[in-house]
Every structure is written in C-alpha cells, then in structure tokens.
C-alpha cells in the first residue's frame, strides 16, 4: 500500500505570495491533518479534515486555510506569505475507525522557504 | 492544556549501547493516547508505537521497548544495542480523547547520535 504522499516536496516563495500544498492519504484513510515543523517552534498542529470538514484547528492565523475533496485528498493554503512561514509542512493521515484516536501515518513533507 | 516535555535535546552514545529517551506529558483527560515517532533525515516521521491510557503494560518490539509509567505521567523509550542507523529524532506526542479526532502535541524531540 503505499504510502502518504505530498507535493511538492520543495516550494521558494517570495513574501506576500500564497501558496497550496498538496497531500493524498493513505488508500482507505479518512483523516487528514497537517502540521508544521520550524526550528524554533518544533512540530505544531495546524488542522484536521474529516469527511470534507475541518475537525480540529490549532492556533494558527487565518492566512492558513485547507480543505479536504471527497476521495479523501487535501490541500492547505497559505495566503500572504511571511518569512516565518517558512518550514516543514507535514501532512498525515488516519483511518478513522471512529471509536478511538487513531494513529497518524505521515508523509515526507513539504519544504517551503520563503525569500 | 496538554504539554509533552523530552528534556534531553541531544543525545550520544556509541554503537551497542543502551539508550533510554525520556518523555513526560501533563494532560487533565482520563483517557489520552501517547505516540513515538522517529524522523530519520530524510524528514518523515515513522511511526514507533501507540499506547492508550488504560493499557500500562510495558511493549517490547525487538531492540525497542516502552516504559509507560502513569503514576509518573512518563513513556520512555529504550533502545537496547543501539545501531549507526537508530540516529535521528525521536518525537514523543500526546492525544487527548476529549479533543475528537486527531490532534497531537508534539515534545521538541530528542536527537539521537549512535557513533560507530
């Protein structure tokens, strides 16, 4: 089965930009979440996608958006871009069997630099 | 609020020797799920190991093994042996049940450098 995927694996933005990530889940899986890895801030929780809906938020601004399509697939969108926007965007994706947290399978990342 | 700690930022051993990654989290909910997850340099994060809260029992996955301590609020990690290729980080997290779905806290994770 393979795996979590994401594209691009490399993105340079220039400030102001915006910018979409791309990631398909694991066949089956119905969750979807991303984060974002920095060196200062490590591994935060961005968002969570269920069935086309947004579950869970963290705490980040409103520049940061996704949205998740019926076969399960899910994009973010970063809209005006900031030099601090630049990191590892982490997607990962869950089965969802319904009763219990599920485990998280990720995906390579995303490496976006901002200039 | 849910908070996971690894206070060891950076580890060093050498090749065959045991290595225990220390990880202790604070959350209010009863039922809770902690994770270990390794990011070789590569940038993915694989997964180790998932424990609920209700399940204290210690796992051994060959040379890997958990700890999982509730009275201490700890899940520590042991490599028993380690090898060249157990160097990376090592991330511990925390689910809360109440928070439905997926949502883990990271610790800021434990670099582990096995030398030859």
């Known amino acids: 089965k393979a795996g979590v995927t994401q594209t691009p694996r490399y993105l340079i933005k220039t400030r102001g930009q915006q910018v979409t990530l791309s990631c398909s889940p694991i066949?089956?899986?119905?969750?979807v979440s991303w984060y974002q890895q920095t060196p200062g801030q490590g591994l935060q929780f961005l968002f969570e996608y269920f069935s086309e809906t947004q579950r869970n938020k963290g705490n980040f601004p409103g520049r940061f958006s996704g949205r998740q399509f019926s076969n399960s697939r899910s994009e973010m969108n970063v809209s005006t871009l900031e030099l601090g926007d630049s990191a590892l965007y982490l997607c990962a994706s869950s089965l969802e069997r319904g009763l219990s947290t599920d485990t998280q399978y990720f995906g390579p990342g995303t490496r976006l630099t901002v200039l | 609020a849910q908070k996971v700690t690894q206070a060891q930022t950076e580890i060093s051993v050498v090749e065959k020797e045991d290595v225990t990654l220390d990880c202790v989290y604070e959350t209010r909910d009863t039922t809770y799920y902690l994770f270990w997850y390794k990011q070789p340099p590569s940038g993915e994060l694989v997964f180790l190991i998932r424990r609920n809260s209700f399940d204290e029992q210690n796992e051994i996955s060959g040379r890997y093994s958990w700890n999982f301590q509730k009275s201490t609020s700890s899940f520590n990690f042991t490599i028993t042996a380690s090898q060249v290729v157990d160097s990376a980080v090592y991330f511990c997290a925390l689910s809360e049940a109440q928070n439905a779905g997926n949502m883990l806290t990271f610790g800021g994770g434990t670099r582990l450098m096995v030398k030859p």
């Open positions: 066949s089956g899986h119905r969750s």
